[in-house]
T-cell receptor
């Protein structure tokens, strides 16, 4: 499968724990995006990478959130000291002309 | 700032009937517009896009969209709905800064009844 993949698909954690998600983009795409989607809403932009450089971060991305894309390949999104309000679907997308999305990681914070 | 609006939370249509899912946009400059579909517990699948050219854009699964500059609309259409078209549909506009991030509407749930 040459699409965007994300791991894990589901994550349940307790408040205060740290979590890390991984995204593997389509190999020839140099642009990579993270979005967050809460129930009943459209996805909201979190951050953007061009190759390994993180070029834009949303104000939604508090200091508890950090994202990396070492060597311009896969990307990780880490949330430290999770809060119940972090519960959402986290979507990764990569693009050449249009954005192709992965299946998402659904995070539940208890 | 760029934005899109989807005025209907839900659209109900009978199988075999035509369907329309509405989207209006607000942008500075020429818009780059997209439609995506989302099935339960899945990511978003690209349906079609408008960049420039013909106002009627054809996409995947028999969907098409009509760009109307005077009404600032980009409605999604299909001549004959299928039960399997039931899903959540999102309209989006590309931000015109260097990131090209997408700005999504709130989504419209399409329910096609047999």
């Amino acid at each position: 499968d040459t699409g965007v993949s994300q791991d894990p698909r589901h994550k349940i954690t307790k408040r205060g724990q740290n979590v890390t998600f991984r995204c593997d983009p389509i190999s020839e795409h140099n642009r990579l995006y993270w979005y967050r989607q809460t129930l009943g809403q459209g996805p909201e932009f979190l951050t953007y990478f061009q190759n390994e450089a993180q070029l834009e971060k949303s104000r939604l991305l508090s200091d508890r959130f950090s994202a990396e894309r070492p060597k311009g390949s896969f990307s990780t999104l880490e949330i430290q000291r999770t809060e119940q309000g972090d519960s959402a679907m986290y979507l990764c997308a990569s693009s050449s002309t249009e954005q192709f999305f992965g299946p998402g990681t659904r995070l539940t914070v208890l | 700032a760029q934005s899109v609006a989807q005025p209907e939370d839900q659209v109900n249509v009978a199988e075999g009937n035509p369907l329309t899912v509405k989207c209006t946009y607000s942008v500075s400059g020429n818009p780059y517009l997209f439609w995506y579909v989302q099935y339960p517990n899945r990511g978003l699948q690209f349906l079609l896009k408008y960049i420039t050219g013909d106002n009627l854009v054809k996409g995947s699964y028999g969907f098409e969209a009509e760009f109307n500059k005077s009404q600032t609309s980009f409605h999604l259409k299909k001549p004959s709905a299928l039960v399997s078209d039931s899903a959540l549909y999102f309209c989006a506009v590309r931000d015109m800064d260097s990131s090209y991030k997408l700005i999504f509407g709130s989504g419209t749930r399409l329910l096609v009844r047999p």
